[in-house]
């Protein structure tokens, strides 16, 4: 699961990374990615709302094989370089984002002891920044060796050697599938199901207040860097990857400490403030600055921002009625690709409407700030089994 996490992730990251250089070939400006993203989300807030129902009636690992097929022939798309096969490239690379996190939710919590669901999910979650720290060190390198084309069709190929590489395991991890679950009309059900419990629901709507922080980072980071703060595509990339790096560390070190240390609430209420602090202090960055400092904080802005997905899904998958977990977790994601879409786009027309990208990163520490507040109406409850 981590590593078809990694790879889809990958596969989505990879075009922010070389929006600099494909905006030119496109002949649009480089801000126009926060569009990309939003048409990405806007067909994963579907794919993940049916991601839960695919895996009971077809298995997570089938899931998760048609998705890195799929995420393949986004980038696919990409390599073309005519805008509109680019554009409708994102819409697909959506089909492909979604169903991979209640897919491995449906799995996982099947095999994992409660007491262990935050590390396990939280290092299951590691995908994401691994992903986005893999895209951040390579692509660059691909780009200036071979161009954004031919990097976009190499992490094609990673894809479908992972999904061939996945066919041992379906005998084995599909073996619950149920090929009668009904899937016609049930678009809205896990939504419908997150949205009725009031504690299910303040958490989705905290993550996507989170997401949206998160998305807008990893969105605009490196073409910040590169166009405000004066580095070059390499060094950009390198910063990036510290703060996924960070992301990485972070889930696993905030999934270790969750219920042990804290509960999972005043975990990701911490969380929120540090990424508002984070995005502050980014808002400040300028030419000159030296290359530690920036590292330093895109760390402290990784771990938080990136850092909060572990124990987020843990604790839906805790809170799950029995044998729902890949359901509801489809439900919240939902939520969670909502804030997504939003997002990139109004941070784009913010730097467009300031001349600069401060105020963006502002905004963002705003919503940091809110999801702490709006988990501190949350009452503490004992959870479902969630397998």
Excluded at 40 to 68: E, K, N, P
Excluded at 244 to 272: D, E, H, K, P, Y
Aim: proline share 6%.
């Amino acid at each position: 699961m981590l590593t078809v996490q990694s790879l889809v992730t990958m596969a989505l990251f990879s075009v922010p990374v070389f929006a600099v250089v494909a905006a030119i070939d496109l002949g649009v400006p480089a801000r126009w990615i926060g569009g990309y993203i939003s048409l990405v989300y806007i067909t994963a807030m579907a794919s993940s709302g049916m991601g839960g129902l695919f895996a009971l009636r077809f298995g997570a690992i089938r899931m998760c094989q048609a998705c890195l097929a799929i995420a393949a022939i986004s980038l696919c798309l990409t390599a073309t370089g005519w805008l509109p096969l680019f554009m409708l490239g994102a819409l697909v690379m959506g089909i492909a984002y979604g169903p991979p996190t209640p897919a491995s939710s449906h799995i996982l919590s099947r095999y994992t002891p409660p007491r262990l669901m935050p590390v396990v999910f939280s290092v299951k979650q590691t995908g994401v920044p691994l992903g986005g720290a893999l895209a951040g060190a390579i692509i660059p390198v691909l780009v200036l060796a071979q161009g954004w084309r031919a990097a976009s069709l190499y992490i094609a190929a990673a894809c479908l050697v992972a999904m061939v590489a996945l066919q041992p395991l379906r005998a084995r991890f599909d073996a619950d599938r149920d090929p009668g679950q009904r899937l016609r009309g049930n678009l809205l059900t896990p939504f419908r199901q997150v949205m009725a419990d009031a504690v299910l629901r303040r958490f989705a709507f905290m993550s996507f207040l989170y997401s949206s922080v998160q998305m807008s980072l990893v969105t605009y980071f490196v073409t910040y860097l590169v166009e405000d703060v004066t580095l070059d595509l390499v060094t950009a990339g390198m910063v990036l990857a510290a703060a996924q790096t960070a992301g990485i560390f972070g889930r696993i070190l905030w999934g270790s400490l969750s219920g042990l240390v804290l509960t999972a609430r005043r975990i990701l209420a911490l969380l929120g403030l540090s990424m508002a602090a984070a995005a502050v202090v980014t808002a400040l960055f300028e030419p000159g600055w030296p290359l530690a400092a920036l590292i330093a904080v895109s760390v402290l802005f990784g771990a938080t921002a990136i850092g909060w997905n572990g124990v987020f899904l843990a604790e839906f998958a805790r809170l799950a009625p029995p044998g729902q977990a890949g359901l509801v977790t489809g439900g919240s994601m939902v939520v969670t690709f909502a804030g997504v879409v939003v997002a990139p786009p109004v941070f784009g027309v913010l730097v467009m409407a300031t001349g600069g990208y401060g105020a963006s990163f502002i905004l963002l520490a705003v919503l940091g700030v809110a999801g702490m507040v709006l988990l501190a109406g949350i009452p503490e409850r004992p959870g479902g089994t969630g397998g």
